[in-house]
């Protein structure tokens, strides 16, 4: 079936860090593809997401491309903030049926 | 601007005990979601609804029973709490039925201990 494999956390980073964070997916067909993230105590929100080949998403300085040729969707911010520590979920939805698949999560420190 | 409302936002249990949660949204969206999160494991889909009056089994479905009641309102019911049921639960919604392309609308969580 479908699946997401995500880096495991958890990452560490000094702040204006380069951050990546790898994600590959197993799926049939074309699936969408997203990037969710949840802050402490609340719950998931979507981040950015891209729903054909080679689509880039972006949102708050945070991106991820579509590569299909490697199943690909690294999520990747140029400069990271305190205030991006948190968790971050891969997720895909079928083109089949009406279910997102998340990955594990990664957690993310950011120190100052 | 509620959105996905759950309730309740804790609750301990005892082995055995049942319970309801609750969960209502005001998008007026069509499908809607119950997951479960623990440690290590990410968010696990326990069951769906793609539409008032279907539902459909997700990955961990065992132990749980889902009601659509109407377009607003989609409950989890645990009949028998068993202490592997400790987790946070989180209900969700979506405006489309069908392939999803759009976006996850989560409420904030519903944390349950099993004692």
């Known amino acids: 079936g479908d699946s997401v494999t995500q880096m495991e956390g958890p990452v560490t980073l000094s702040e204006e860090a380069f951050l990546t964070i790898n994600c590959t997916y197993t799926?049939?067909?074309?699936?969408?593809l997203f990037w969710y993230v949840q802050y402490p105590g609340e719950g998931l929100q979507l981040l950015l997401k891209a729903t054909k080949a080679d689509d880039k998403g972006s949102n708050k300085g945070f991106e991820a491309t579509y590569r299909k040729e490697t199943t690909s969707f690294h999520l990747e911010k140029g400069s990271v903030q305190v205030s991006d520590s948190a968790v971050y979920f891969c997720a895909l939805s079928s083109n089949r049926d009406d279910k997102i698949i998340f990955g594990k999560g990664t957690r993310l420190h950011i120190l100052p | 601007n509620a959105g996905v409302t759950q309730t309740p936002k804790f609750q301990v249990l005892k082995t055995g005990q049942s319970m309801t949660l609750q969960c209502a949204q005001d998008m007026n969206h069509n499908s809607m979601y119950w997951y479960r999160q623990d440690p290590g494991m990410g968010l696990r889909l326990i069951y769906y609804?793609?539409?008032?009056?279907?539902?459909d089994k997700g990955e961990v479905p065992n132990g749980y029973n889902v009601s659509r009641l109407n377009k607003r309102e989609f409950s989890l019911r645990l009949e028998s709490a068993a202490p592997s049921q400790t987790s946070v639960y989180f209900c969700?919604?979506?405006?489309?039925?069908?392939?999803?392309?759009?976006?996850?609308?989560f409420g904030e969580g519903s944390r349950l201990t099993v004692l």
């Open positions: 609804s793609a539409s008032e009056g279907t539902t």
């Open positions: 969700a919604s979506s405006v489309q039925q069908g392939p999803i392309t759009g976006e996850l609308f």
């Open positions: 799926a049939t067909g074309y699936p969408s």
